[in-house]
């Protein structure tokens, strides 16, 4: 049984999620302790939960101390079954989060999976749908990684209630990965949303940043998306992306007394400091597609905009499971060049 230390790294939630998939995904069983160690109040969270129940059923696994504030927890997987589910986050907890351990373990499923999530799509400390449908998958793909995500309702905080449809079918390989440097942006697009809000909300969440991409050179194609009915609770963001030899994104989310202007600014500025990196993939991409690297069929290097703390956990994490060694090149919080020979699934 493989002992996780869940205080390491960055030390919350992404840890348990990921050490619960990792184990799923190479059928070897841990124990987790001090899990959200350094997070005010420790232990599990309804979010938590949620993905470990998903992961659990999903991988026909035993596991042991799911419970409100637990910090320690067992895990035994089994046969990863296809199928369709339905999970109920039961707050706003983030959908996008779920999917980020659900996808890996996915690729070894004995048949397709269909997984209809509701919980929050739109929240703080998450990627937004947006970025997943729009950015990652399209990422993923480059690896042969074939998946879909239908935004079915948006889900704010703190009421949620947002569904979302994932489509997966396994595969028997993961291509390798060679892709350091940003080629020429070719197009830039963006989403912006408001729910139960003025529809001007989001047209001016849309001209802010497009406003800002222009004075950058950019010919941004920004689409405005309004309802006002159907929702349990009011929100706005936006996602925009670049389209080059990878796709590179960024997002901001509304929130009260934050002027719309503002939201439209930031997202356009975050994705302008991305491609100043010159590297292929942003610093969220960066982090998810470790586990696919590890898993990779030959030798990967990728390039990212930035080391975050996430990206070293989950370095650590796959490095334990798949007797596998990453060499980084760059600091944390930097630009940086991430190589791996994978162990092929």
Same mark, same amino acid.
């Given at each position: 049984? &493989?002992?996780?230390?869940?205080?390491? /790294?960055?030390?919350?939630?992404?840890?348990?999620?990921?050490?619960?998939?990792?184990?799923?995904?190479?059928?070897?069983?841990?124990?987790?302790? !001090? @899990?959200?160690?350094?997070?005010?109040?420790?232990?599990?969270?309804?979010? *938590?939960?949620?993905?470990?129940?998903?992961?659990?059923?999903?991988?026909?696994?035993?596991?042991?101390?799911?419970?409100?504030?637990? $910090?320690?927890?067992?895990?035994?997987?089994?046969?990863?079954?296809?199928?369709?589910?339905?999970? #109920?986050?039961?707050?706003?907890?983030?959908?996008?989060?779920?999917?980020?351990?659900?996808?890996?373990?996915?690729?070894?499923?004995?048949?397709?999976?269909?997984?209809?999530? @509701?919980? /929050?799509?739109?929240?703080?400390?998450?990627?937004?749908? #947006?970025?997943?449908?729009?950015?990652?998958?399209? !990422?993923?793909?480059?690896?042969?990684?074939?998946?879909?995500?239908?935004? &079915?309702?948006?889900?704010?905080?703190?009421?949620?209630?947002?569904?979302?449809?994932?489509?997966?079918?396994?595969?028997?390989? @993961?291509?390798?990965?060679?892709?350091? +440097?940003?080629?020429?942006? +070719?197009?830039?697009?963006?989403?912006? *949303?408001?729910?139960?809000?003025?529809?001007?909300?989001?047209?001016?969440?849309?001209?802010?940043?497009?406003? &800002?991409?222009?004075?950058?050179?950019?010919?941004?194609?920004? #689409?405005?998306?309004?309802?006002?009915?159907?929702?349990?609770?009011?929100?706005?963001?936006?996602?925009?992306?670049?389209?080059?030899?990878?796709?590179?994104?960024? #997002?901001?989310?509304?929130?009260?007394?934050?002027?719309?202007?503002?939201?439209?600014?930031?997202?356009?500025?975050?994705? &302008?400091?991305?491609?100043?990196?010159?590297?292929?993939?942003?610093?969220? $991409? /960066?982090?998810?597609?470790?586990?696919?690297?590890?898993?990779? !069929?030959?030798?990967?290097?990728? /390039?990212?905009?930035?080391?975050?703390?996430?990206? @070293?956990? !989950?370095?650590?994490?796959?490095?334990?499971?798949?007797?596998?060694?990453?060499?980084?090149?760059?600091?944390?919080?930097?630009?940086?060049?991430?190589?791996?020979?994978?162990?092929?699934?």
């Amino acid at each position: 049984m &493989i002992e996780i230390d869940g205080s390491y /790294g960055e030390g919350g939630g992404s840890l348990f999620r990921y050490s619960l998939a990792l184990s799923a995904l190479s059928g070897l069983p841990i124990r987790i302790r !001090n @899990i959200r160690a350094k997070r005010d109040p420790p232990g599990l969270k309804p979010q *938590h939960l949620a993905a470990a129940k998903v992961l659990t059923e999903i991988s026909n696994a035993k596991a042991s101390g799911l419970a409100i504030g637990s $910090t320690s927890v067992e895990f035994i997987p089994g046969k990863i079954r296809g199928g369709k589910y339905r999970f #109920d986050v039961g707050t706003a907890g983030s959908i996008s989060l779920i999917i980020q351990a659900v996808l890996p373990v996915a690729i070894r499923a004995d048949s397709p999976i269909e997984l209809e999530l @509701i919980g /929050g799509t739109d929240v703080r400390m998450a990627p937004p749908i #947006d970025y997943m449908r729009n950015v990652f998958l399209k !990422n993923l793909s480059l690896m042969g990684v074939s998946a879909e995500i239908q935004l &079915i309702k948006r889900g704010h905080y703190p009421r949620g209630g947002g569904r979302v449809i994932l489509k997966m079918n396994p595969i028997s390989s @993961i291509r390798n990965i060679e892709m350091i +440097k940003l080629g020429e942006v +070719k197009r830039v697009r963006g989403l912006a *949303h408001a729910v139960k809000l003025k529809r001007d909300v989001a047209e001016r969440i849309a001209l802010s940043a497009t406003e &800002i991409l222009k004075s950058e050179g950019f010919n941004p194609e920004i #689409d405005v998306e309004w309802s006002e009915n159907n929702h349990l609770g009011p929100g706005a963001g936006i996602t925009v992306w670049a389209e080059s030899n990878s796709t590179i994104g960024a #997002d901001s989310l509304g929130e009260r007394g934050k002027p719309s202007e503002i939201v439209g600014k930031e997202a356009a500025s975050k994705l &302008i400091d991305e491609i100043r990196s010159k590297m292929a993939f942003d610093r969220h $991409t /960066g982090d998810m597609l470790i586990p696919y690297l590890a898993i990779s !069929n030959g030798r990967s290097a990728i /390039g990212v905009s930035n080391l975050t703390l996430h990206a @070293i956990s !989950n370095i650590w994490l796959c490095e334990k499971f798949f007797n596998i060694k990453f060499d980084v090149k760059g600091e944390r919080n930097k630009p940086c060049v991430i190589e791996v020979v994978g162990k092929g699934i």
